[in-house]
C-alpha cells in the first residue's frame, strides 16, 4: 500500500500542489499553459479514480495522499482558481472531488482547522499577483460549510 500511495504523491505534488503554483507564479504565457494543463489533467482523473472507487483516493480508507490533497483542494475555489488563474473550473464543478471535500471536511478535526478568511485573506496580500490587495468577497462556499 505504501508503494502506491508514494506513487500517487509523488503526481500529484508536481502536477496539482505545485502545479497551481507554477500557473499561478508563471512569467510566460507557455509555463502558465503547461502549468494549467497539468492541474487539470490531474483534477480530471482525481475525479475519475473518486467516482469509481470513493470515498477516499484508496476507497474506504483514509490515507495520507488525501490529507495532501485536502490542502490543495480547500483553498482551489477561494484563491487559486481566481488569483492563479487555475480557472478552467471550479472544485465545485466536479461532483466526485466536491464530494470528497466534504467527506473530508466532516472527518472529525478537520473543519477546525480551514479558515476561509484567513485563506482569501493569505493568497489575495500577495502584492505580485494582486497589487492593490483587494480581498473578493466571493465565492460562495455554502455548501461546504463556510
Not at 478535526?109 to 494582486?130: C, F, P, Q, W
Request: overall charge neutral.
Amino acid at each position: 500500500m505504501r508503494e502506491k500511495i508514494d506513487a500517487l504523491n509523488d503526481e500529484i505534488y508536481p502536477r496539482l500542489n505545485n502545479g497551481v503554483y507554477r500557473a499561478g507564479f508563471a512569467t510566460t504565457q507557455a509555463a502558465y499553459e503547461e502549468a494549467f494543463g497539468d492541474v487539470f489533467a490531474m483534477l480530471d482523473q482525481l475525479e475519475k479514480r473518486l467516482a469509481e472507487d470513493g470515498p477516499f483516493l484508496f476507497g474506504a480508507r483514509l490515507v495520507e495522499t488525501d490529507i495532501r490533497l485536502f490542502v490543495t483542494l480547500v483553498r482551489f475555489d477561494a484563491a487559486y482558481h481566481g488569483l492563479f488563474k487555475c480557472n478552467l473550473r471550479r472544485i465545485k464543478d466536479y461532483a466526485a472531488l466536491t464530494g470528497w471535500l466534504k467527506t473530508m471536511l466532516a472527518v472529525p478535526g478537520v473543519r477546525e482547522t480551514v479558515s476561509m478568511d484567513h485563506i482569501k485573506r493569505g493568497y489575495y496580500s500577495i502584492k505580485a499577483l494582486n497589487p492593490n490587495g483587494i480581498v473578493p468577497v466571493g465565492p460562495d462556499l455554502s455548501e461546504l460549510g463556510f
